[in-house]
Each structure stands twice: as structure tokens, then as C-alpha cells.
């Protein structure tokens, strides 16, 4: 009868040990699910809302660094105006990388104080060569 009680308390133990390694697993996946997988679908998430939200007239940086200016949106395409030159681009959604996003009313004045801080630059500049 003893003999019959020490057998019976190993085949539990041994099912024990057999569901271990599956246990194992199975908790390994979840902190993977939990580390990796749900932060980098989160991420996409954000990136898939911001290329929909561009609109006209919003500052563009491309994943490889041409920055410029919305000037026209299609379905999966979006047409930059860059430069000083106005050349434009033709750029796939998923090829940028951050949008500025900057009301039209203002972007004048902030171009006309930005040449203004210039002139004041090069002012102050030619009057010491002069010197």
C-alpha cells in the first residue's frame, strides 16, 4: 500500500515537470506580446494617424531628410514644394517621417522676421568689413 502511495505522488510530479516547459513558453510569450509587439503596433498606430491627418500647406521632413511643403494630397501620394526654387517632389505616404503643422496665417510672418534677422546680420556684417 505504501508502495502504491509513493508511485501515485511521482506520476503527479512527473506531470508536473512536463507542463513546466510549456508553462514557460507560454509566459515568455505574453512578456514578448507585452514588451515588443503591443508598443510597436501602438507606434504604427500613431504614424498611420499622422500621415492621414496632413493636410495642405504642412511642413514635411521625409525619411530621407528633403524637407518642404504640402502642395497637393492624392490617395497614397503627396506632391512637396522645396526649396527656394519651388521645385516639387512626388513623395509616397509612407516615406515621411514627421509633419510641422503650421497655420497658414502665420508661416508669412515668421518667414518675413526670419529675413529680417538676416538683413540685420548682414548689415552689422558689412559695416565691420568697412571698418
Do not use: C, H
Not at 504642412?58 to 494630397?73: A, E, P
Request: glycine share 6%.
Amino acid at each position: 500500500m505504501f508502495n502504491f502511495m509513493l508511485t501515485a505522488g511521482t506520476e503527479s510530479a512527473s506531470s508536473l515537470s512536463s507542463l513546466s516547459p510549456i508553462l514557460i513558453m507560454v509566459v515568455m510569450l505574453v512578456i514578448m506580446y507585452f514588451l515588443l509587439i503591443r508598443p510597436q503596433r501602438k507606434k504604427e498606430k500613431e504614424q498611420r494617424e499622422m500621415r492621414n491627418s496632413i493636410e495642405i500647406g504642412d511642413g514635411i521632413t521625409t525619411i530621407g531628410g528633403i524637407v518642404g511643403r504640402v502642395v497637393q494630397i492624392k490617395d497614397d501620394t503627396i506632391v512637396l514644394e522645396t526649396g527656394t526654387d519651388r521645385n516639387k517632389i512626388r513623395f509616397q505616404k509612407w516615406a515621411i517621417q514627421d509633419v510641422e503643422k503650421t497655420p497658414l496665417d502665420v508661416a508669412p510672418a515668421a518667414a518675413a522676421a526670419k529675413s529680417d534677422s538676416k538683413d540685420s546680420k548682414n548689415d552689422s556684417k558689412k559695416e565691420k568689413e568697412e571698418e
